[in-house]
């Protein structure tokens, strides 16, 4: 409802009743809903809708609603959290409001009332549909033999709450009114404190977010706030970063990035549609798009291939917000999004410490770019690079597994991301959140043809858990078993949860309930052992739009190449880890080369197995080719330490002043498969052809 009325206001018509009103609306009820203040943007909505919508003088749709039948329901959560609620007024009397007391007092969480208007309550829980069920609390009385006679309690509260409320909650809430009343006083002056903030970095944005081209670097995603008053705006700030040539910052980037200078920021659209469309240009038809590929707001996958970005980036001011907060937001917004244009390994002139010399600085400056793809400024020496690692992830988001040879498949290397954990929504769980999942272990023995798990007990001289699953898919799937499970693109894949006893033992250790589930892969569903053709040439629709086949897990591409001295350039950059090898794990790549310059990979259009020598051990590879599929956007998950899950700033921070391309910090390549009869092996050479 928030969201609706961003995009319908507009089309609601303030008339005078007539005689033309539709004479189905006056034989049904209605229910109209509107926000108090708008979560996205902060404008607060006239409050004598209310009057106009219950007494029938506005079109909703081309049609008056009689004003008998019509109730309002005003949701008020954002609103209450900085403004009071003010009911005195005749224009305002709505039937139902919708409170949030987390957002009032920021504890208890899960807490908020429907406040309902004593001559409405007999509105709820009328309704021509049945019943379908009862829960605990809400009846007086029920006899299972007498045609399933029931007594419903006679109280509004009691009626609608269903099951055992949160009784410890309410019980906290009293301690949080008198602190707030003791302490801070009324929410007016919340509402002073807060808009005098919001204010004062509005108009600092608007001054020092400038390109020096003179382009603003800042879009506001608000209404006229420059005439605005406290009656129409709150204490939100909704915006997008803007390039030097005029595109926008993805707003995955933006979050990012403040999340690592502590700044807590909220992106995306979805829960607001009409946002969505006034703001971002996104049409109903994307919208549906969006929901369909699971895309969830907060997510990084948050560009259109056309360039349009899903929504903006939203600060809200509260109590404790003080200007000291928005200075170190304006810095930050400063460092990383004012004339930072696009750029190819540092750009920009930075100054690193000399590691063999204390107290010493060494100043680089390369050449800048602009916005078209350019070659990287260092020569090409070779046409040939050597693997020196190779990983595979049976486990997504899991502990890698390092080998020495290893089987290339259509989607990528064999049994890499063939199992991933995912919670209760059936959505993925990744070290994003959860920065111990790489101390899961996750290890492939194809003799013994298991993948055996490894999770820590956490107490020293205490061995690891072990479990084992066979690399075998079992001949039936039971329905109860099968899950349809997201991914982190937003894609909607296909899987079976393994062993109910793995998953409560790695629930345990995450410390949320979580399934381990294998993919079904098109083996699965379209008969053992027979590969069809749009697997063979990757043509399927999934293959297509991600870059991606359907018998992995992966988010996109097969799999992810670095390059050695692309690694060690970034290294010698934010200095985070002191070993090359620790740190290159950072990106969790499946192949990892060397004997190149930094970056070559960028201009990469296809690598090709070189034929081994007649005398080198190990089996023929065959014919192995992987094509360039797209650079690879880089989140905060690079920033944990693989060995020991610890979280740091860096080497993100680093990166996005100097890797970042359209909006987004990218790191290595992602390739797709396209020959794959054989295998690959440490020290294998790959030949290169350029774009």
Same mark, same amino acid.
């Given at each position: 409802?928030?969201?609706?009325?961003?995009?319908?206001?507009?089309?609601?018509?303030?008339?005078?009743?007539?005689?033309? #009103?539709?004479?189905?609306?006056?034989?049904?009820?209605?229910?109209? #809903?509107?926000? #108090?203040?708008?979560?996205?943007?902060?404008?607060?909505?006239?409050?004598?809708?209310?009057?106009?919508?219950?007494?029938?003088?506005?079109? !909703?749709?081309?049609?008056?609603?009689?004003?008998?039948?019509?109730?309002? *329901?005003?949701?008020?959560?954002?609103?209450?959290? &900085?403004?009071?609620?003010?009911?005195?007024?005749?224009?305002?009397?709505?039937?139902?409001?919708?409170?949030?007391?987390?957002?009032?007092?920021?504890?208890?969480?899960?807490?908020?009332?429907?406040?309902?208007?004593?001559?409405?309550?007999?509105?709820? $829980?009328?309704?021509?549909?049945?019943?379908?069920?009862?829960?605990?609390?809400?009846?007086?009385?029920?006899?299972?033999? /007498?045609?399933?006679?029931?007594?419903?309690?006679?109280?509004?509260?009691?009626?609608?709450?269903?099951?055992?409320?949160?009784?410890?909650?309410?019980?906290?809430?009293?301690?949080?009114?008198?602190?707030?009343?003791?302490?801070?006083?009324?929410?007016?002056?919340?509402?002073?404190?807060?808009?005098?903030?919001?204010?004062?970095?509005?108009?600092?944005?608007?001054?020092?977010?400038?390109?020096?081209? $003179?382009?603003?670097?800042?879009?506001?995603?608000?209404?006229?706030?420059?005439?605005?008053?406290?009656?129409?705006?709150?204490?939100? !700030?909704?915006?997008?970063?803007?390039?030097?040539?005029?595109?926008?910052? #993805?707003?995955?980037?933006?979050?990012?990035?403040?999340?690592?200078?502590?700044?807590?920021?909220?992106?995306?659209?979805?829960?607001?549609?009409?946002?969505?469309?006034?703001?971002?240009?996104?049409?109903?038809? @994307?919208? !549906?798009?969006?929901?369909?590929?699971?895309?969830?707001?907060?997510?990084?996958?948050?560009?259109? @291939?056309?360039?349009?970005?899903?929504?903006?980036?939203?600060?809200?001011?509260?109590?404790?917000?003080?200007?000291?907060?928005?200075?170190?937001?304006?810095?930050? *917004?400063?460092?990383?999004?004012?004339?930072?244009?696009?750029?190819?390994?540092?750009?920009?002139?930075? @100054?690193?410490?000399?590691?063999?010399?204390?107290?010493? =600085?060494? =100043?680089?400056? &390369?050449?800048?770019?602009?916005?078209?793809?350019?070659?990287?400024?260092?020569?090409?020496?070779?046409?040939?690079?050597?693997?020196?690692?190779?990983?595979?992830?049976?486990?997504?988001?899991?502990?890698?597994?390092?080998?020495?040879?290893?089987?290339?498949?259509?989607?990528?290397?064999?049994?890499?991301?063939?199992?991933?954990?995912?919670?209760?929504?059936?959505?993925?769980?990744?070290?994003?959140?959860?920065?111990?999942?790489?101390?899961?272990?996750?290890?492939?023995?194809?003799?013994?043809?298991? *993948?055996?798990?490894?999770?820590?007990?956490?107490?020293?001289?205490?061995?690891?858990?072990?479990?084992?699953?066979?690399?075998? &898919?079992?001949?039936?799937?039971?329905?109860?078993?099968?899950?349809?499970?997201?991914?982190?693109?937003?894609?909607?894949?296909?899987?079976?949860?393994?062993?109910?006893?793995?998953?409560?033992?790695?629930?345990?250790?995450?410390?949320?309930?979580?399934?381990?589930?294998?993919?079904?892969?098109?083996?699965?569903?379209?008969?053992?052992?027979?590969?069809?053709?749009?697997?063979?040439?990757?043509?399927?629709?999934?293959?297509?739009?991600?870059?991606?086949?359907?018998?992995?897990?992966?988010?996109?591409?097969?799999?992810?190449?670095?390059?050695?001295?692309?690694?060690?350039?970034? *290294?010698?950059?934010?200095?985070?880890?002191?070993?090359?090898?620790?740190?290159?794990?950072?990106?969790?790549?499946?192949?990892?080369?060397?004997?190149?310059?930094?970056?070559?990979?960028?201009?990469?259009?296809?690598?090709?197995?070189?034929?081994?020598?007649?005398?080198?051990?190990?089996?023929?590879?065959?014919?192995?080719?992987?094509?360039?599929?797209?650079?690879?956007?880089?989140?905060?998950?690079?920033?944990?330490?693989?060995?020991?899950?610890?979280?740091?700033?860096?080497?993100?921070?680093?990166?996005?002043?100097?890797?970042?391309?359209?909006?987004? &910090? /990218?790191?290595?390549?992602?390739?797709?498969?396209?020959?794959?009869?054989?295998? !690959?092996?440490?020290?294998?050479?790959?030949?290169?052809?350029?774009?």
């Amino acid at each position: 409802s928030t969201a609706s009325m961003v995009s319908t206001s507009s089309t609601i018509n303030n008339r005078r009743n007539n005689n033309n #009103a539709c004479s189905n609306c006056c034989n049904q009820h209605h229910l109209v #809903a509107f926000p #108090a203040m708008c979560n996205f943007s902060g404008r607060k909505f006239p409050r004598d809708w209310c009057n106009s919508f219950q007494s029938g003088t506005s079109l !909703i749709k081309g049609h008056h609603l009689c004003s008998n039948n019509t109730a309002v *329901l005003v949701d008020a959560a954002a609103f209450v959290s &900085t403004s009071e609620l003010d009911l005195s007024h005749s224009s305002f009397q709505p039937d139902f409001i919708c409170v949030s007391f987390y957002k009032m007092f920021g504890f208890p969480t899960g807490i908020g009332c429907l406040l309902v208007k004593k001559t409405s309550q007999h509105l709820i $829980g009328r309704s021509k549909v049945p019943q379908r069920f009862f829960g605990g609390g809400t009846l007086k009385a029920y006899h299972a033999t /007498m045609n399933d006679a029931h007594f419903a309690n006679t109280s509004v509260h009691s009626k609608l709450e269903t099951g055992t409320v949160n009784f410890l909650g309410i019980a906290q809430l009293k301690a949080s009114i008198t602190y707030f009343r003791d302490r801070v006083g009324t929410v007016d002056l919340v509402g002073r404190h807060t808009m005098r903030l919001f204010r004062y970095c509005f108009t600092k944005m608007k001054q020092e977010l400038v390109h020096t081209n $003179g382009l603003q670097a800042v879009k506001f995603n608000m209404f006229d706030f420059d005439t605005a008053t406290d009656n129409c705006q709150g204490p939100v !700030i909704n915006f997008n970063m803007v390039r030097e040539n005029g595109s926008l910052v #993805a707003p995955s980037e933006v979050c990012n990035i403040l999340s690592l200078q502590g700044i807590h920021t909220r992106s995306g659209c979805l829960c607001n549609a009409g946002a969505c469309h006034f703001f971002g240009n996104i049409t109903p038809k @994307e919208y !549906i798009e969006l929901v369909k590929k699971g895309y969830q707001c907060g997510g990084y996958n948050d560009v259109f @291939e056309n360039g349009k970005v899903i929504g903006g980036v939203r600060v809200s001011f509260g109590l404790y917000t003080n200007e000291e907060d928005i200075h170190r937001l304006i810095r930050a *917004l400063k460092e990383y999004f004012v004339d930072t244009n696009d750029c190819r390994d540092g750009e920009k002139t930075t @100054e690193i410490m000399d590691r063999n010399t204390p107290g010493t =600085t060494e =100043t680089r400056t &390369t050449k800048s770019t602009d916005t078209k793809p350019t070659k990287t400024t260092e020569a090409i020496a070779t046409t040939s690079v050597a693997v020196t690692q190779l990983w595979i992830y049976p486990i997504k988001s899991c502990k890698g597994q390092s080998v020495d040879n290893w089987n290339v498949t259509n989607y990528g290397l064999e049994y890499d991301r063939l199992w991933m954990i995912v919670d209760d929504d059936d959505k993925v769980v990744t070290q994003k959140k959860h920065p111990k999942l790489c101390l899961i272990g996750a290890r492939i023995d194809l003799k013994a043809s298991k *993948l055996f798990i490894s999770i820590p007990n956490g107490e020293d001289g205490v061995a690891d858990q072990e479990y084992s699953l066979s690399l075998k &898919t079992p001949s039936s799937i039971s329905p109860s078993q099968r899950v349809d499970v997201i991914v982190c693109a937003g894609t909607v894949d296909h899987g079976y949860e393994c062993s109910a006893e793995l998953s409560s033992a790695v629930s345990l250790f995450v410390g949320k309930s979580c399934k381990v589930v294998r993919r079904v892969d098109n083996n699965d569903e379209n008969g053992e052992g027979e590969e069809n053709e749009e697997q063979i040439n990757g043509g399927s629709d999934l293959c297509r739009r991600f870059g991606r086949c359907s018998s992995s897990f992966a988010n996109e591409g097969h799999l992810l190449l670095l390059n050695a001295s692309s690694a060690a350039r970034v *290294l010698d950059q934010c200095g985070v880890d002191n070993d090359p090898d620790v740190f290159i794990r950072r990106f969790r790549g499946n192949i990892v080369v060397k004997g190149h310059a930094p970056f070559f990979e960028d201009d990469v259009d296809k690598l090709t197995l070189e034929p081994r020598c007649s005398t080198d051990k190990g089996s023929p590879h065959g014919e192995v080719e992987f094509s360039f599929y797209k650079k690879c956007v880089r989140c905060n998950m690079i920033c944990v330490n693989q060995t020991t899950s610890k979280k740091t700033s860096e080497p993100l921070l680093s990166l996005s002043k100097t890797r970042r391309k359209e909006g987004k &910090t /990218m790191f290595g390549v992602l390739l797709n498969v396209t020959q794959h009869n054989g295998s !690959i092996s440490i020290g294998d050479s790959l030949s290169i052809l350029n774009k």
